[in-house]
């Protein structure tokens, strides 16, 4: 029977094979995963991989380092790493199932919420952006240590996020959910006081 992966960025780096955690390396190794993973099917340049590992300051050795980390990325995940880590010029590719990573599946339940908002479906709306949000564990990559990429990709993951949050307000309104709102619309009000 084939293993079932599955791949998390909303929260920690996590990588789960038949629902068991995969140990990935601290350091370097988990900054690739990850990046990879925000990229899926996309082919990810070694440059690219150098500047958001060394910031603009990549050292000489950097592309047999990275292949290095690649292979070791490789190794954690078994029978499945030449599978779905993919060398492909100029760098490497994570190809796998979109339903496999947490982001994918966030982002297929967010469209979802939105086109049931437009459509005044309001309960099928509130259930897609629960399910969108319940992907959510905590902080989006915050066990990587990386300026460059928490720069580039927190930001959008967390609008992203207050996106969901919003169609499920919208929704738990239209469908008078008062009560179950107030409290959270407060919070909110205060913590992004502009929007």
């Known amino acids: 029977m084939a293993q079932r992966w599955e791949f998390g960025v909303l929260g920690p780096l996590a990588v789960w094979c038949d629902g068991s955690a995969v140990a990935i390396q601290r350091g370097k190794q988990r900054v690739i995963l990850a990046l990879l993973l925000l990229n899926l099917g996309r082919v990810v340049s070694v440059d690219e991989i150098a500047m958001t590992l060394w910031d603009t300051r990549p050292p000489r050795s950097a592309e047999p380092t990275i292949r290095n980390y690649v292979k070791r990325i490789r190794q954690a995940l078994g029978d499945a790493g030449r599978v779905v880590l993919q060398t492909r010029h100029p760098g490497y590719v994570i190809d796998l199932d979109p339903v496999q990573l947490d982001l994918a599946r966030f982002e297929d339940d967010l469209q979802a919420a939105r086109a049931a ?43 992203l996020r207050l996106q969901a949050l919003e169609v499920r307000l919208d929704a738990d309104l239209a469908l008078a959910r008062h009560d179950d709102v107030t409290a959270e619309l407060e919070r909110l009000g205060c913590d992004h006081p502009l929007r």
Not at 126 to 136: D, E, F, S, V
Not at 138 to 149: I, K, Y
């Open 117 to 159: 908002a437009r459509s005044g479906s309001w309960a099928s709306a509130a259930g897609h952006a629960r399910a969108a949000l319940a992907l959510w564990r905590g902080e989006p990559l915050a066990d990587l240590g990386t300026e460059t990429m928490a720069r580039l990709e927190r930001p959008r993951l967390r609008e």
